[in-house]
């Protein structure tokens, strides 16, 4: 499967945004995708994850309360939407899919990941 994250862009503190994950492929509903972050001079992070069927999520408790991952099979589209932004959610953000069950572990794990989008940026500004 490959894939398109999209959204990206400079905001304020506090402000929204919506990053879009696209995917080809007629097999996309079976996949677990994932939200990860890369901010500059550190390693990627998980940020959220959601199960094939859409019905399990899963966050970094760093955004939690504050990011909300959604997935349309439909439109064979992944979703951030993004509130409350703070300086430190600065990076770049990237989706990924995964084929197999759906474990808490191995969705939060970089590792865990067979494709990865090319990444979209999010800045932050205070």
């Known amino acids: 499967v490959q894939l398109q994250a999209s959204g990206g862009g400079l905001v304020q503190a506090g402000a929204s945004l919506r990053l879009s994950c696209s995917a080809s492929?007629?097999?996309?509903?079976?996949?677990?995708l994932g939200w990860f972050r890369q901010a500059p001079g550190k390693e990627r992070e998980f940020v959220a994850g959601?199960?094939?069927?859409?019905?399990?999520?899963t966050y970094a408790d760093s955004v939690k309360g504050r990011f909300t991952i959604s997935r349309d099979n439909s439109k064979n589209s992944v979703y951030l939407q993004m509130n409350s932004l703070k300086p430190e959610d600065t990076a770049v953000y990237y989706c990924?899919?995964?084929?197999?069950?759906?474990?808490?572990?191995?969705?939060?794990?970089?590792?865990?990941?067979?494709?990865w989008g090319q990444g979209t940026l999010v800045t932050v500004s205070s």
């Open positions: 990924a899919a995964r084929s197999g069950s759906f474990q808490v572990t191995t969705t939060m794990s970089v590792g865990g990941y067979n494709y």
């Open positions: 492929g007629r097999t996309f509903s079976s996949y677990n």
């Open positions: 959601v199960s094939y069927s859409g019905s399990i999520t």
